[in-house]
T-cell receptor, first 119, second 116 residues
Framework: GAVVSQHPSWVICKSGTSVKIECRSL??????MFWYRQFPKQSLMLMAT?????????EQGVEKDKFLINHASLTLSTLTVTSAHPEDSSFYIC???????????????FGEGSRLTVL | AQSVAQPEDQVNVAEGNPLTVKCTYS??????LFWYVQYPNRGLQFLLK??????LVKGSYGFEAEFNKSQTSFHLKKPSALVSDSALYFC??????????????FGAGTRLAVHP
C-alpha cells in the first residue's frame, strides 16, 4: 500500500525558534498533501492543503505566516512552524492522496505524525 | 453543511464481545465514507471504505461497516473484540470544498476500550 513518511517523529525546541516537519510519499506521487493538527483527546483539525508547485490553501483561522507550507515536488511537502511558542505544541499529521487514484474517492494515506513540544 | 458525527466519546466492551462504533454523516451527493484507527502517538491507519456496491464493507483486522443510506449511517462493527483493538477510531466522509477539491471531514473520534 501507499506509504507516507513523516520526520521528525518527536521534536523539542525553545520558544522563538522555527521547526520544520517533512512529509514524504515513498512509493507514489502526490499532487496534494494535507496538514492536520491534533490536540490531546481531540479530532484532527485540517490546517492547510498543500498543492505541488503552487501556494498552499489555508483553513480559516490558520495563520499562513506562522505555518509555512512548501510542496516543492510530487513526493515532498514541508511544514515550518515559525517562531514557535508553547501554544504551538501539538501533534501534527500529514496525509497525501495518490495521484494515480482514478476514482478520486478522497482516500488519504497518513504519516505517523510529529509531536512538537515548545519549551 | 457537510459533517460527520460520532455520538460516543468512548465505547467500552469486554473482550470477545461484539463491538459497534457509531457514525452518521451529512453530505450532498453520493457519500464516500471511511474509517481510520489511531494508536497512541501514531498517525491514522486505514481500516475500510465505502464507495459503492455492497452495503456491508469488510476491512482490516476483522472490522466491517454497514452503510445505511436511509439512516445516513456507517457504523463500524466487529463480531469479537480484542484487547489490542483498543484505540481511537475516526469516521470520515469525502467533501468538496469551494474550489472543487476533495478533502476528508473527520468525526470527533471515539475511543474504544476493550477490557480483558
Amino acid at each position: 500500500g501507499a506509504v507516507v513518511s513523516q520526520h521528525p517523529s518527536w521534536v523539542i525546541c525553545k520558544s522563538g525558534t522555527s521547526v520544520k516537519i517533512e512529509c514524504r510519499s515513498l512509493d507514489f506521487q502526490a499532487t496534494t498533501m494535507f496538514w492536520y493538527r491534533q490536540f490531546p483527546k481531540q479530532s484532527l483539525m485540517l490546517m492547510a492543503t498543500s498543492n505541488e508547485g503552487s501556494k498552499a490553501t489555508y483553513e480559516q483561522g490558520v495563520e499562513k505566516d506562522k505555518f509555512l507550507i512548501n510542496h516543492a515536488s510530487l513526493t515532498l511537502s514541508t511544514l515550518t512552524v515559525t517562531s514557535a511558542h508553547p501554544e504551538d505544541s501539538s501533534f501534527y499529521i500529514c496525509s497525501a492522496r495518490d495521484l494515480r487514484e482514478e476514482l478520486d474517492t478522497g482516500e488519504l494515506f497518513f504519516g505517523e505524525g510529529s509531536r512538537l513540544t515548545v519549551l | 453543511a457537510q459533517s460527520v458525527a460520532q455520538p460516543e466519546d468512548q465505547v467500552n466492551v469486554a473482550e470477545g464481545n461484539p463491538l459497534t462504533v457509531k457514525c452518521t454523516y451529512s453530505v450532498s451527493g453520493n457519500p464516500y465514507l471511511f474509517w481510520y484507527v489511531q494508536y497512541p502517538n501514531r498517525g491514522l491507519q486505514f481500516l475500510l471504505k465505502y464507495i459503492t456496491g455492497d452495503n456491508l464493507v469488510k476491512g482490516s483486522y476483522g472490522f466491517e461497516a454497514e452503510f445505511n443510506k436511509s439512516q445516513t449511517s456507517f457504523h463500524l462493527k466487529k463480531p469479537s473484540a480484542l484487547v489490542s483493538d483498543s484505540a481511537l477510531y475516526f469516521c470520515a466522509v469525502r467533501a468538496r470544498d469551494l474550489g472543487g477539491y476533495n478533502k476528508l471531514i473527520f468525526g470527533a473520534g471515539t475511543r474504544l476500550a476493550v477490557h480483558p
